[in-house]
């Protein structure tokens, strides 16, 4: 490439799992002490830790190629970025992130009416501020940086909206979820100057293709074992796979070596089936990509 592409990695909740779905995908990022440039093995590639709720802004402006970063902070800023490809990961899961609206369990509020003239705490202002203007209900939207389960509490909000994956914490602040507002999802996006130029829309899209890949693999694994002739055609019939399973025959034997791909959640369930019927030798081992 004339230049290096130059990438935006979220920093923050979303850092070690960025980080480690791009080791998966073939690129190796080291990120040392108070640096904002983590060192990458590919010359045509110059990285930058930015923060996910400032990447889209970065990414309109041209300070950055492409990044990484939420559907949500996309939305908070109103940016003006082409969309690459949905990366559908979190810090703890594979599910989208959910903002909700939470209320104090006790409070008497049960729908969003009721918030009528109360006021509200909430990272993502602007999007807060768009809902309940478009549900005419008037509310007070105040900015919280951080710990805002504990605005209710400590009475300097009636209500929050905060973005959760399990609501472990806001039950644990006793507080209840009334209203799932938006989900969120990371997203992979390009400056539309950027995207112009062949040769960085090629890199972007090879990176959108080997992590794409990389998060089909998560969710699967390999089988190999062998199976005796007798018994193939009842092993075959037993696995749930990709395509049709791969089978090779042993050298100077009757038996058979199968492999396939299958969803690591029917694992459990699916290898007792097989050496009941007739499988032998079974292997299981994870996939880097997948594509």
């Not at 810090?91 to 729908?111: E, Q």
């Not at 501020?129 to 105040?142: D, L, M, R």
């Not at 940086?145 to 929050?160: N, R």
């Not at 055609?233 to 049709?244: D, I, K, M, T």
Request: glycine share 6%.
């Amino acid at each position: 490439m004339k230049e290096p592409l130059k990438l935006g990695i979220p920093k923050g909740s979303l850092q070690d799992a960025t980080v480690r779905l791009f080791e998966k995908a073939g690129w190796k990022i080291t990120i040392s002490g108070r640096s904002y440039f983590p060192e990458i093995n590919d010359p045509d590639i110059i990285c930058s830790l930015c923060r996910a709720q400032e990447m889209s802004r970065y990414v309109e402006s041209g300070v950055l190629d492409a990044g990484i970063t939420g559907w949500d902070w996309i939305m908070e800023n109103k940016s003006d970025v082409h969309f690459v490809e949905e990366l559908v990961y979190s810090k703890v899961s594979s599910r989208p992130a959910r903002w909700v609206l939470a209320v104090a369990k006790d409070s008497g509020i049960k729908d969003l009416e009721d918030l009528k003239g109360k006021r509200v705490a909430t990272e993502l202002v602007n999007f807060t501020k768009n809902y309940f203007a478009e549900h005419n209900i008037p509310v007070e939207v105040n900015f919280s940086w951080g710990a805002t389960e504990a605005k209710i509490v400590s009475g300097l909000a009636d209500a929050i909206v905060e973005v959760t994956e399990t609501e472990s914490t806001i039950k644990a602040h006793g507080l209840q979820v009334i209203k799932e507002l938006m989900r969120s999802t990371s997203q992979l996006i390009a400056n539309r100057i950027s995207w112009q130029d062949n040769e960085k829309q090629n890199k972007i899209k090879q990176i959108a293709l080997l992590l794409k890949g990389a998060l089909v693999a998560e969710k699967l694994v390999a089988l190999k074992m062998n199976v005796p002739k007798i018994k193939l055609q009842n092993v075959v019939a037993a696995l749930p796979s990709l395509n049709a399973p791969t089978v090779s025959p042993l050298y100077n034997s009757d038996w058979f070596s199968v492999e396939t791909v299958v969803e690591d959640a029917k694992v459990r369930e699916l290898i007792p089936l097989l050496l009941a019927t007739g499988a032998e030798g079974i292997i299981e081992y994870s996939l880097n990509k997948v594509i």
